[in-house]
């Protein structure tokens, strides 16, 4: 049936209003779950930091002595003393004041805005800088920025190489040279009892997004998101892994380098902070605002034999 005749229509009105939603959408992820996982230390009064670690002598089967036999002392071994350097990292943004007066939809102050989202980029960049890349502590000078050493730099123990593979020293001052291997149950189990064997019974197991789907069909999984009374579905994520040395967290990570699994005992770990995240206004060179946000931070690892890694594993 045709429209009425003289009936005014939609389409034929001028002048109509837009009608823009005032909401904002954005669905990027913002977890940073390693940074939060290990909290933050109690360091961070240079730009160079130094923490102890210690270790017991191995247990010794043949300690039995003669009645009224004479006491000599053992040899001591000192304390192992470590360092990192804190490393800024920044974000600088800036408006124009028309930009800034503008009636915006879905915020009212254009700066805010601006400084709400870079907050969020800076926090995942540490997040990045810990966990994405193999990368060892750094002095810096006039010409290069300081950086802190991650966790590939220094846990050197309980690692996996791969055949030929070399681990870092544990000191931060290198990085493993890895040969590529195949993630398996078999590899994390391994894993699991070198790290027990030496005293670590670490919580969390991170691991980017192909190795989580590797995990989750290890045939010894413990737990699962949630078991449903019904046959329409299917659970086919991992939530825990329960071995004999100890039950783990299994958690995806987006910034995680995409060879490298993360064996971590929170307690163990931690982040020191010289400045935590701040923003300061620059100069005003005009109609315009700018601003600063950093961080200067640096991670610690307490002592690396809580942990382990894999480093150079592949999904097949």
Known sequence: MAKRANMFASQEIVGTREDLSDMIYNIDPTETPVVSAIGVGDGGGNTLFDWQTDSLAAPSNTNAKIEGEDASASALTPTVRLNNYMQISDKV??????????????????????????????RKDVEAVLTGIYQAKAAGGNSAARKTGNFASYIKTNVVVGSGGAAPAGDG??????????????????????????????????????????????????????TLDTDKVITANVDVYVSEFGSLNMIPCRDIKSD?????????????????????????LGDSEREQMLVEYGLEVKNEKAHFAMYGVTAS
């Open 93 to 122: 943004y800036g408006v124009t004041g028309t930009a800034n007066a503008l009636d915006s939809a879905g915020r009212s102050d254009e700066l805010d805005y601006q400084r709400l989202k870079k907050g969020v980029e800076l």
């Open 173 to 226: 001052t290198d990085v493993p040279v890895p040969v590529a291997s195949v993630f398996s149950e078999t590899v994390l189990q391994n894993s699991l009892q070198e790290a027990w064997q030496n005293g670590a019974r670490p919580t969390q197991l991170f691991m980017p997004a192909a190795l989580k789907r590797v995990a989750n069909g290890f045939t010894g999984r413990a737990d699962t998101v949630r």
């Open 260 to 284: 490298m699994v993360l064996g971590i005992d929170p307690e163990f770990a931690c982040i020191n902070y010289l400045r935590q995240f701040e923003t300061n206004p620059l100069a005003k």
